[in-house]
């Protein structure tokens, strides 16, 4: 434990992890995968999945993290010889994930702005164009594109150089409440439009179907998003352990912030879907458009108040967004300042949160310009073909989804899986129980916990990657 420079408050450290958890993933990416995804059967087997995997491996990453109290990289080193390189594993994903989730918080703070521009009337704003016009305006226009996500990544460090204390969870107490809040104000928006309930029964409504049709699909996309969701797999949780007191209760902290991202991820979706269903009913339930190109059209149909909808909606998801890319940037600085304090050093959190951001920023700038494959850029795996480059598969379809397949589709689960394996084999799961019982109570869970760990996590998280592989590549 790093003294005085770890979380003031349990409920400062549940605000971090909650805001970690719940981000663009909650309500960018739950909505539209639950609707290209089958609505309700989704939700089911995200359900399933986050008991039966994203509870044990998250308990396991706070414990594992507590233990060292250090960063995901010394995590690694010092409890394991087999898995040392995880910790690695677990630093580079972060960097991949930053660099086009900060590109989408770009897009969602342009998108506040854009909404501003309608409630004045200024030339700035919709100006009369359709969301997908203006969305596709948008993304071939590559300076602006680059010029906010730079926003976005700088607004992000200047957090972090704050330290965790300071920063991160002085902003994430405030921040996630008033996020609760104006999530409240849009779900009661949505859910009172007309015909709204065609929305909700989508939702809400048994429906097996989808299951019969795609199983592995439906499997490998929940699985995907709840690491993803959770923020585990690569060294957050870890890393946010490692500054957890001891009094501290490790399984009801990961139970609260499941519980919180489950319940945001819910939310979201009766934010976004009922609207989504009520006034575009022909428009696209999922993929990536939803939250710039159906919502938007939700919004503009609003009449005069759609600009403030818009507002308070994209700078929701901003804040959002924010809460959780502090913590992916806090991976990468937490290993840097541990090693300099190590040396003697001091900390020097302040220039390694700049030279993280700076590495950060030289691979957004590239998905920025790619604009979600607009630009006609080159990505890993496609062809030459009449002189244009040519898709392959679902995975080099923009520079976001090749680098999305790399970190969410291949190293989280794969992070998670070793990590597993790691317990159950190496260092045996007795040392998470005596790290969670070092708080005082008993791990009234140890029995679960050792059957998932060993047997069951694993084995799911077998499917979900191989799920994840057929998805992308095939
Ligand atoms: N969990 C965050 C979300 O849902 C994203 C995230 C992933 C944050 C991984 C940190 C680590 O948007």
């Known amino acids: 434990m790093r003294e005085g420079k770890g979380f003031k408050s349990t409920f400062g450290f549940l605000m971090a992890a909650v805001g970690s958890a719940v981000g663009l993933g909650n309500i960018w990416g739950f909505p539209n995968k639950m609707g290209s995804n089958g609505g309700f059967a989704f939700l089911l087997i995200y359900l ?62 342009k998108y506040v702005v854009l909404n501003f521009g309608n409630l004045i009337g200024a030339s700035w704003g919709t100006n009369g164009l359709s969301g997908a016009e203006v969305f596709s305006t948008f993304m071939t226009n590559q300076s602006e594109g680059v010029i906010y996500g730079i926003v976005f990544l700088l607004l992000s460090v200047l957090i972090v150089m704050g330290g965790v204390r300071g920063g991160i969870e002085r902003f994430c107490t405030v921040g996630m409440p008033a996020l609760a809040v104006m999530l409240v104000v849009i779900i009661i928006r949505s859910c009172t439009l007309p015909g709204a309930a065609e929305g909700l029964k989508f939702m809400f409504m048994p429906n097996f179907e989808p299951l019969k049709e795609n199983f592995f699909g439906v499997l490998a996309t929940a699985g995907g998003q ?102 992916l940037l806090e991976v990468i600085v937490t290993h840097f300042t541990d090693v300099a304090a190590a040396k003697g050093k001091g900390d020097k959190r302040k220039a390694y949160s700049l030279i993280a951001a700076l590495a950060v920023s030289a691979l957004m700038v590239l998905v920025c310009l790619d604009g979600l494959g607009s630009n006609g850029l080159w990505v890993p795996g496609q062809k030459l073909v009449d002189g244009v480059w040519t898709i392959t598969a679902t995975f080099n379809d923009c520079w976001l989804d090749f680098l999305d397949m790399l970190s969410e589709g291949l190293m989280m689960p794969l992070g998670a899986l070793f990590m597993c394996v790691m317990i159950s084999l190496e260092l045996k799961p007795r040392v998470v129980r005596d790290e969670v019982e070092a708080s005082g109570h008993k791990m009234k869970i140890y029995g679960y916990f050792k059957v998932c760990v060993s047997v069951i996590t694993p084995l799911l998280m077998l499917l979900v990657i191989g799920g994840q592989i057929r998805e992308f590549f095939f």
């Open 226 to 327: 709840m690491f993803f969701s959770l923020s585990l797999g690569m060294g957050i949780m870890i890393t946010y352990g490692s500054y957890l007191k001891k009094e501290d209760s490790i399984t009801k902290n990961a139970l609260t912030i499941m519980i919180f991202d489950t319940i945001v991820a819910l939310m979201a979706g009766l934010a976004v879907l009922p609207a989504a269903f009520a006034l575009d009913p022909n428009g696209s339930k999922g993929g990536p458009s939803l939250l710039f190109v159906t919502l938007q059209n939700v919004f503009d149909n609003m009449g005069p108040l759609g600009g403030v909808f818009g507002i308070i909606f994209y700078a929701l998801v901003v804040l959002a967004a924010i809460t959780s890319s502090i913590s």
């Open 48 to 109: 399933i999945l986050a008991v039966l995997c994203g509870y044990v491996v998250m308990v396991g990453e706070l414990a594992l993290g507590r233990k060292t109290g250090k960063g995901a990289i010394e995590t690694y080193q010092i409890l394991s010889r087999r898995f040392k390189w995880l910790g690695w594993m677990a630093t580079l994903s972060p960097f991949l994930i930053l660099s086009f989730y900060c590109t989408l918080g770009g897009y969602c703070l």
